[in-house]
């Protein structure tokens, strides 16, 4: 029986043959890396295939490498009712175009996991339909989980009421 | 026992204003339970037939600001949450205390981090502070005495905007 590393490197290669798919296995876990301008089209795929079905999102988040050449990755954690399978996508995203195309229009449920990312790394969502911050005030303006953003915050930059 | 004893022989007794208001104030302090994390269930514990905070007239919680003399802040306080702690906190009528309860209130605790407040004392006026995290409710009985005592300490026309009724001397002619 194939394992679930051949599986998907099959279906994925047969589905998108002009895409690079860099997939790996560490403990039983999938994790593919391609690039990020093909991030819904692949999403969709895995959501809507009658054999994958990763019908559930469980996670958005991102990664700040700091002194990589490409700073971030976002990281999408998928999961398939089906199959009981769990696959982790990833896709690499510079400071210079720190954006990536927004998936909630396949999950719904991405719709605030990509806020919450965008509230703590900045990384920005095109065609989201509320990019808004998710946990610090709206007139707040680092994104805290950054490893330049220092641990105590920046002094004065979120209000205090009066004494 | 003590004063209906004293009372049937003459009818009334004298004292001093001060010290009635003072005496009523203290062991009638009802708490705002300003429940914001786990230290909360403490203070709930506090309050429950085993330790039983109505045994020092403090049983009241009310869940309105606008009837409560002591805020008893048990929790973690973040920078978006001060607001509404501060707004409530200028809801409640004078005289008012604060206990900051437990270690993230008082400085912040184990966060140290750019979203906990370090300590509530940065915004509001806190008059007892308590240790442990989270603190038992013999530990938040404890602060409460030692604020009663410090209720009792405070001369009741020190709060010069409480208007207190004008007493006429009678005279017996």
Redesign the interface.
């Given at each position: 029986m194939a394992t679930l590393k051949e599986n998907i490197s099959f279906k994925l290669k047969e589905k998108f043959p002009e895409i690079n798919f860099e997939i790996s296995e560490f403990r039983e876990e999938v994790t593919i890396l391609f690039n990020k301008k093909n991030i819904v089209e692949v999403c969709h795929f895995l959501k809507e295939d009658e054999e994958l079905q990763y019908k559930l999102c469980e996670d958005i988040t991102a990664i700040d490498w700091a002194k990589r050449g490409d700073r971030y990755s976002v990281v999408y954690h998928i999961f398939s009712l089906k199959n009981n399978t769990r696959l982790a996508l990833k896709v690499n995203v510079d400071e210079s175009d720190c954006s990536v195309d927004s998936v909630s229009s396949i999950w719904r449920t991405a719709n605030w996991h990509e806020r919450e990312t965008y509230d703590m790394y900045g990384i920005t969502f095109n065609n989201h339909p509320d990019l808004r911050r998710m946990?610090?005030?709206e007139e707040f303006e680092y994104y805290?989980l950054k490893k330049d953003?220092?641990?105590?915050?920046?002094p004065g930059s979120?209000?205090?009421?009066?004494? | 026992m003590g004063l209906e004893a004293k009372l049937t022989q003459d009818g009334f007794f004298t004292t001093k204003i001060d010290a009635i208001i003072e005496w009523s104030r203290k062991n009638s302090v009802w708490p705002m339970p300003m429940g914001i994390s786990c230290c909360a269930i403490e203070m709930m514990a506090a309050g429950d037939p085993k330790y039983d905070i109505a045994r020092f007239g403090s049983e009241v919680m009310r869940f309105t600001p606008r009837q409560c003399d002591l805020m008893i802040v048990a929790g973690t306080v973040t920078y978006k949450m001060s607001h509404v702690v501060r707004k409530i906190y200028d809801q409640m009528p004078d005289p008012k205390w604060v206990i900051a309860m437990g270690a993230c209130t008082s400085s912040g605790g184990m966060y140290r981090s750019y979203s906990v407040v370090q300590g509530i004392d940065q915004f509001l006026p806190v008059d007892v502070y308590v240790a442990g995290c989270p603190p038992r409710p013999d530990n938040l009985l404890n602060a409460l005495i030692q604020l009663q005592e410090k209720i009792g300490r405070t001369k009741a026309r020190e709060f010069g905007d409480i208007k207190l009724p004008e007493l006429t001397v009678i005279q017996n002619n």
């Open positions: 946990y610090m005030p805290p953003f220092p641990l105590l915050g920046i979120l209000p205090l009421p009066k004494k | -």
